[in-house]
């Protein structure tokens, strides 16, 4: 049998140190050519408390929508609060978020990208949220995911 032996804090220590101001000048610099909104979906309020400069929107009309859609900023926030949920409930909720996140999209010209933090296996209902979202997403629009 193979022994297992532990690794030292110390290995840390010998990776280069990430150069933090040129790492932001990257990030900016491509988020500047970023053509499309990013879509970030919460189930829970907590996920969002330490969100700065970032709209956060606690319903997800097409006002809404579109209101986010056209902010200066790459993205916002959906708060969702699914995560208190029924399966039904959330059900209902991620068609209609889709759906305005596709008509939207439509609307302004502009495409997206989602990102789901219904990542709770205990609490949330995760896998359905993002199987949800992927198979709307794809019978309203034209876009794919593996």
């Known amino acids: 049998m193979r022994e297992v032996k532990p690794i030292s804090i110390d290995i840390l220590n010998t990776f280069k140190q990430v150069d933090e101001d040129r790492l932001n000048k990257l990030l ?15 189930d829970d309020p907590t996920g969002v408390q330490t969100v700065h400069d970032i709209s956060v929107y606690t319903d997800w009309d097409k006002d809404s929508m579109e209101q986010g859609f056209n902010e200066k900023n790459s993205m916002f926030f959906i708060l969702t609060n699914s995560r208190g949920f029924t399966v039904a409930q959330t059900t209902k909720a991620h068609k209609e978020i889709s759906k305005n996140i596709v008509d939207v999209s439509k609307k302004v010209n502009k495409d997206f990208i989602i990102i789901s933090r219904s990542d709770s296996t205990m609490r949330g209902h995760y896998p359905v ?3 949800l979202l992927k198979s709307e997403v794809e019978r309203l629009s034209e876009k794919l995911f593996d």
């Open 129 to 131: 949220e993002t199987n």
């Open 28 to 42: 900016a610099d491509e988020l500047k050519h970023l053509d499309r909104k990013i879509v970030v979906l919460d």
